[in-house]
């Protein structure tokens, strides 16, 4: 089968399409930038990858002979403030375009809408769910609560709260009841599903076999850990205050902080279905999925996360927008080096930050990373999807990798932080020598002001840092 991918770049997306790929079917993907295609799929046989932007109107050269579509596209981290409006508008132009096409069936992967208060966001799905619906293809939804992997954000949330928190005081909302489900089985589901005329003009609740509290989900994840943890709630922490609280005790964005606590009010529990038999999956329990989770992460094996999500931080333009680092109205500090040895150099270069840090005066980058999150920004718990690979549009820390090419022996970076301005970092070898560039365009009397209050630490924190890209120890 022919079949078309939507938020090729999402953390449920990257993932089906490698299981796509492998049932054998033709596939096309929708990216809003072509730069920011996955490495794991680019250079894959029977692919092909589209330039699309469900926002806009008018979108060329969409393909007419697809078989079926799966639409992937949500905005739970967005800033915007219209964000039902924008999901309503992507799945309205989706809509349009698909219905003048071959395509038989849509797969939409939708929310548990169960309780009578639902959150803005699952009232957000619920209509795109509507808006998709059409007399010229088969609609097959999927609903599905918790959605637990590695790189998934309810795992990395849960994991930030339970290892760094022995003792944890927490939002009366921790006593909800959710039914959370494995990644895995929601593959399966996604992918049992295609072409099945069973499940056609259909929607299923599809979830694991427990009903747990977040605080039950917190207790049995430390277990696996084998971690001990102790859990009080308290019923005087306002949505407001808790948005705060899982904020800055975890790596999330703010903006996907209110997102949950908004959501997290809400029972999320599935209707009963036969969508088990029908598909012939048997769900696996939470522990196990968390146990899997961490086979994964342990063998250097996270396919996708949460993180690499645009909306994840402040960045919200295509990549080639700020690839070119602009040269006039700039502050930089250029440093340069010869290479001893130019494979320790670029390996080193591509496991920069994340746990292996920042090479120089780490304590100064976590710092940093403080401040930021008190501004409002993402800080530095963001960390970076794999340990010793980089792809454009990676999260690295507060840093989104623009380019990543060790052809060219070239990192470039840019900053995601809270600042009066805009930076880049750039690594970069020419004839057996390392060239390390941070620049700075500065917005405003605050922006040059900044620029001269963080000049002092340049002297070490860079010095530092490219000292240790080419010696070794």
Known sequence: MKVLITGTTGYIAKRLVLKLLEKGHKLVCCVRDLNR??????????????????????????????????????????????????????AFNFKKLVEKTNCKQVIYLSGIVNDSSLSKHLKSRLRVEEALKSD??????????????????????????????????????????????????????????????????????????????????????????????????????????????LYFVTSTSFNLAQALVDSMKVEVIAKESNINSL???????????????FQKIQQ??????????????????????????????????????????????????????????????????????????????????????HNTYLEPGDPLDFWRVLLADKKEKRLLLFAEMKLPGEAWLEFKIVKNKLYQRAVFRPKGIWGRLYWYSVLPFHAFVFKGMIDALIVQK
């Open 136 to 245: 010229n293809y088969a609609l097959t939804t999927f609903r599905a609560g918790i959605i637990v992997g590695s790189g998934s954000a309810s795992f990395e949330i849960i994991r930030d709260i339970v290892e760094k928190l022995p003792l944890m005081i927490t939002p009366k909302w921790l006593n909800t009841k959710t039914q959370p489900i494995a990644i895995r089985d929601v593959l399966s589901f996604l992918v049992k599903g295609l072409a099945n005329e069973k499940l056609y003009n259909n929607s299923f609740d599809i979830c694991g076999p427990e009903v747990l509290t977040y605080k039950q989900m917190l207790l049995q994840f430390a277990e696996v850990r084998q971690f001990k943890r102790y859990i009080f709630t308290l019923p005087v922490l306002t949505p407001k205050l808790s948005s705060y609280w």
């Open 37 to 90: 295609i996955p490495d794991e799929i680019e250079n894959k046989e029977n692919i092909e990858f589209i330039k699309v932007d469900f926002l806009e109107e008018e979108i060329p050269a969409f393909p007419t002979d697809i078989d079926a579509a799966y639409y992937l596209i949500h905005s739970m981290s967005t800033t915007a403030t219209n964000f039902q409006d924008l999901e309503k508008k992507c």
């Open 279 to 293: 598909l012939n999956i048997v769900p696996i329990t939470y522990k196990e999925s968390v146990a899997l989770a």
């Open 300 to 385: 250097n094996d996270v396919v996708s996360s949460w993180k690499d999500a645009m909306s994840s931080g402040v960045f919200n333009a295509q990549l080639n927008t700020h690839i070119q680092i602009p040269k006039f109205g700039c502050f930089s500090d250029v440093r340069s080096r010869k290479i001893e040895d130019e494979d320790f150099t670029i390996n080193r270069i591509w496991c920069i930050g994340g746990e292996n840090g920042w090479y120089s005066f780490n304590w100064l980058w976590r710092i940093r990373g403080y401040v930021d999150k008190l501004f409002g920004g993402v800080g530095l718990r963001r960390g970076r999807t």
